[in-house]
Nanobody, 118 residues
Framework: QVRLVESGGDLVQAGGSLRLSCVAS????????MGWYRQAPGNQRDLVAV?????ITNYADSAKGRFTISTDKNTVYLQMNSLKPEDTGVYFC??????????????WGQGTQVTVSS
């Protein structure tokens, strides 16, 4: 069983910064990708940023230049600067990993609320 625990969501004014964290724990062989997705009310869950085990990153156009994704062992971070009201939503951590059975698994965190006021 793999558990993802997110933290860092908060209410912040436009132009401010937040740092989200997500720690993966449990019994698995290797993490492949770790990423962050955002879901605004009434919208689908969209990719914000993802980082591979080799350090390759991919960002949504809305996040480029303002957000930075990074990892440290089994923790993924999302540094968000110059926040805008449209960044508001629930941010979900996602991890794709290999279990000891060499099968790939996909896990989601419980979500952390980010609210940016204008």
């Amino acid at each position: 069983q793999v558990r993802l625990v997110e933290s860092g969501g908060d209410l912040v004014q436009a132009g401010g910064s937040l740092r989200l964290s997500c720690v993966a724990s449990g019994n698995f062989f290797k993490i492949n990708d770790m990423g962050w997705y955002r879901q605004a009310p009434g919208n689908q869950r969209d990719l914000v940023a993802v980082i591979s085990s080799s350090g390759i990153t991919n960002y949504a156009d809305s996040a480029k230049g303002r957000f930075t994704i990074s990892t440290d062992k089994n923790t993924v971070y999302l540094q968000m600067n110059s926040l805008k009201p449209e960044d508001t939503g629930v941010y979900f951590c996602n991890v794709r990993l290999f279990g000891h059975d060499v099968r790939e698994y996909d896990y989601w965190g419980q979500g952390t609320q980010v609210t940016v006021s204008s």
